[in-house]
């Protein structure tokens, strides 16, 4: 079992006679791994259920796609802590749209999803917008998903010059599986036209990875993006922070665009790619202990809103 949910092993790789070749297994198939997996699905949730009972909880559930397959992942938070509710496959793409999600959540949390689901937090995906419209609840979408399409904008704007960098490390990965002599030990250049033989050795001709070499003003640019990239690298760092609050989110996307201005249609507050804008300006304005300047029309998502801010 430790197999199967750590390494993320398929159950059919129990009955496989190469990997049992390999893996020593204790005398188990597939199906009596199932009925263990299910017995202890049957022992550990009347214990989370029991914890959660009463409990205002966040649902919190992402999306991974591994070699086509794409899978999600649920976990329940409330002030006591978290857990971990249900990790699923779904077998093709007519099986990713909101409808499928929601009655996979619903098979998942049938027995806790109440009114007192406080809100659900997720990448900013079309398809967690309308899963959050649908059961009603407001949406905190992922501030590194945020980020990384931020990242795939700016990389937009330079991809010519990263192309030229990628086909040049391409070269070099295979230059030197290249000789330069032929039996007659004449010297070719890359279009394998002739170099006389008294030719210099620093002779440009000789090498056939020379045009593929940024120019000087190409190179300022690959020294200039290169920085950029780290800048960015240090700011999801930044926000994979177990503290991370929607606060704390909001002051390092500040941060980025003193440098990337041209990212601001991501990273603002009200960029049109938050679902629940209203509800996190509301969390925003109670972390910072402003509860009182709420407006009227935020005032209803006051008591949600109090209730997530410590989650």
């Known amino acids: 079992?430790?197999?199967?949910?750590?390494?993320?092993?398929?159950?059919?790789?129990?009955?496989?006679?190469?990997?049992?070749?390999?893996?020593?297994?204790?005398?188990?198939?597939?199906?009596?791994?199932?009925?263990?997996?299910?017995?202890?699905?049957?022992?550990?949730?009347?214990?989370?259920?029991?914890?959660?009972?009463?409990?205002?909880?966040?649902?919190?559930?992402?999306?991974?796609?591994?070699?086509?397959?794409?899978?999600?992942?649920?976990?329940?938070?409330?002030?006591?802590?978290?857990?971990?509710?249900?990790?699923?496959?779904?077998?093709?793409?007519?099986?990713?749209?909101?409808?499928?999600?929601?009655?996979?959540?619903?098979?998942?949390?049938?027995?806790?999803?109440?009114?007192?689901?406080?809100?659900?937090?997720?990448?900013?995906m079309e398809t967690n917008k309308a899963i959050s419209r649908r059961v009603d609840a407001p949406m905190i979408g992922c501030a590194a998903h945020r980020l990384n399409l931020a990242v795939k904008d700016y990389v937009k704007n330079h991809t010519a010059t990263i192309v030229k960098v990628s086909v040049l490390m391409q070269k070099l990965k295979s230059v030197k599986g290249i000789t330069m002599l032929k039996q007659n030990h004449c010297k070719l250049n890359h279009v394998g036209k002739h170099i006389p033989e008294e030719a210099p050795a620093n002779d440009p001709r000789q090498f056939p990875i020379v045009q593929f070499l940024p120019d000087p003003g190409e190179h300022c640019s690959i020294l200039d993006i290169l920085d950029d990239m780290k800048l960015l690298e240090m700011a999801t760092k930044r926000l994979q922070d177990c503290g991370l609050t929607i606060l704390s989110a909001r002051d390092i996307f500040g941060g980025v665009l003193v440098d990337f201005p041209e990212l601001e249609h991501r990273l603002t507050a009200d960029t049109k790619i938050i679902e629940s804008s209203a509800f996190e300006k509301s969390v925003v304005k109670i972390t910072k202990g402003e509860e009182k300047e709420l407006t009227t029309k935020r005032e209803h998502l006051r008591g949600n809103a109090i209730q997530v801010r410590p989650l």
Not at 82 to 98: G, K, N, Q, R
Request: with cysteine; hydrophobic share 45%; glycine share 4%.
């Open 1 to 124: 079992m430790n197999l199967v949910v750590h390494k993320n092993v398929p159950f059919a790789n129990v009955d496989d006679e190469t990997v049992r070749a390999a893996i020593k297994f204790d005398g188990i198939s597939s199906k009596i791994l199932k009925a263990h997996m299910i017995a202890c699905v049957k022992l550990i949730n009347p214990l989370i259920i029991a914890e959660i009972k009463d409990e205002n909880f966040v649902l919190v559930f992402d999306g991974v796609t591994d070699r086509g397959d794409h899978s999600l992942g649920v976990f329940v938070v409330t002030r006591k802590g978290w857990h971990f509710l249900a990790f699923s496959y779904f077998i093709d793409e007519s099986s990713t749209t909101a409808n499928e999600h929601i009655r996979f959540l619903d098979i998942m949390t049938s027995t806790i999803w109440t009114p007192r689901t406080l809100g659900v937090v997720c990448d900013n």
